[in-house]
């Protein structure tokens, strides 16, 4: 947004700076590499412009040199090792493996279905809308409005003939609204494997926040003209403060938001993804030792329980007490932790069949937050043995 500002002499400060970012961008996710695809054509365009402007090639060139020497070498320079200092696995090939990362990017191998409108695809079947859905339900209102809104006055803005008296502003703009679009429709025109909802696209949401922001700015101008800066400024407090006690009353899972266009949470629940990695197995773990605590009293430490995982291990297992311990399969396990996508909702009899084969039990202790489950305890042990023989554990009841 800076360079056309002070184009062609862009001061090394600003491309050192520029290069720390998508270094530290890159070292995140491979996929901040984009960035730099973005700068050339920023600086094409740039070029183009002048060169038409002055009716001059020369002029073009030595433009297009001029961002080459003094804005892409030094964002290399400075980049690059920003990325490796980060980047261990980059660190061992630091040529081959970020071109492997990223090409991996693209086709990422991912074993399961992905879940969209209550619908379940496998990741290389789904339809062109899913990034494009999940991103206007996972953002705040607000945004999406304002985004929409910017977009609308934008297309309206090219009409006047004002609007292209000032080529660097609107340059700069176009490459901020490019940096949105083009990697969703990449991903769509090369069929990309997308899971997990739009958490693989994430480094959309900076443009598109600052997209929000030019049009808040614009809003927050016509309403101080209008003497209602002051009713806008309340309004906008009101809706932080509703934001702010919906991600206290989902913490420590607030990535499960959805906004109120599908009906947040709760109208998400059943249609798209919610707890996809397991950040709620921790209370889940703590939830069934908490139970088995009560039934067992002093003799729980001396007991054995053996936990079988459906979904991310890692996220139940590094909770687990000692005498927890990770069945080998599903016939030997005594309590099974799983996600509420893999439970039909109104039972209390429940059967999971993403963990390759068909488990049953008895729901024992769920996670909810704003009246949706996030995951779920099951008592098995009725299958192993006798009912008559044990003293059953107090069950939940069924859910409405």
Same mark, same amino acid.
């Given at each position: ?46 070029? *183009?412009? !002048?060169?038409?402007?002055? &009716?001059?090639?020369? /002029?073009? =060139? #030595?433009?297009?040199?001029? %961002?080459?020497?003094? $804005? ?85 803005? *090219?009409? !006047?003939?004002?609007?292209? &008296?000032?080529?660097? /502003?609107? =340059? #700069?703009?176009?490459?901020? %609204?490019?940096?949105? $679009? ?14 997990n909802g739009m958490r693989h696209f994430l480094f959309i949401l900076p443009p598109l926040a ?27 407090a009101l809706y932080a403060g509703y934001h702010l006690s919906v991600l206290t009353r989902l ?30 197995? #921790?209370?889940?773990?703590? %939830?069934?030792?908490? $139970? ?46 799983a996600l509420s996508n893999y439970v039909p909702a109104a039972t209390r009899i429940v059967e ?49």
């Amino acid at each position: 947004m800076r360079i056309p500002e002070s184009w062609p002499a862009v001061p090394l400060s600003l491309a050192a700076r520029l290069g720390l970012v998508i270094g530290l961008t890159a070292g995140v996710r491979i996929g901040g590499v984009l960035l730099i695809g973005y700068l050339g054509l920023l600086i094409g365009a740039l070029s *183009l412009w !002048r060169g038409l402007a002055e &009716r001059s090639l020369r /002029r073009m =060139i #030595a433009d297009g040199m001029s %961002g080459l020497v003094r $804005v892409v070498v030094p964002v290399v320079i400075v980049g690059y090792p920003a990325m490796l200092l980060f980047w261990p696995y980059a660190q061992q090939a630091p040529i081959a493996n970020p071109l492997a990362a990223l090409n991996d990017f693209s086709h990422h191998a991912y074993g399961y279905q992905v879940l969209l409108d209550g619908t379940y695809y496998w990741p290389k079947d789904v339809p062109w809308t899913y990034v494009p859905t999940y991103t206007l339900l996972k953002l705040p209102e607000l945004t999406v409005l304002l985004v929409v809104a910017a977009s609308a006055l934008s297309l309206w803005a *090219l009409t !006047r003939a004002s609007t292209w &008296r000032d080529p660097a /502003r609107l =340059i #700069a703009l176009a490459s901020v %609204g490019f940096a949105v $679009v083009f990697p969703v429709a990449y991903a769509v025109g090369i069929g990309a494997t997308v899971f997990n909802g739009m958490r693989h696209f994430l480094f959309i949401l900076p443009p598109l926040a600052v997209i929000a922001a030019l049009m808040l700015d614009r809003a927050i101008d016509y309403a101080t003209a209008l003497r209602l800066g002051r009713a806008l400024a309340a309004m906008l407090a009101l809706y932080a403060g509703y934001h702010l006690s919906v991600l206290t009353r989902l913490h420590p899972n607030e990535y499960v938001y959805y906004n109120a266009f599908i009906g947040g949470v709760e109208g998400a629940d059943g249609l798209y993804k919610l707890d996809y990695w397991g950040n709620s197995y #921790a209370e889940a773990v703590r %939830g069934l030792e908490s $139970v088995l605590r009560e039934r067992y009293g002093g003799e729980f430490e001396a007991r054995t329980f053996k936990i079988r995982i459906c979904g991310p291990k890692v996220a139940a297992k590094y909770y687990f007490p000692r005498n927890f311990v990770e069945a080998e399969n599903e016939r030997e396990a005594d309590f099974v932790i799983a996600l509420s996508n893999y439970v039909p909702a109104a039972t209390r009899i429940v059967e999971l069949d993403e963990c390759r084969q068909m488990m049953a039990g008895i729901q024992i202790h769920s996670v909810e937050r704003m009246n949706v489950m996030l995951s779920v305890v099951i008592d098995r042990r009725d299958l192993k043995l006798d009912v008559a023989q044990r003293t059953p554990i107090p069950r939940l009841p069924s859910r409405p």
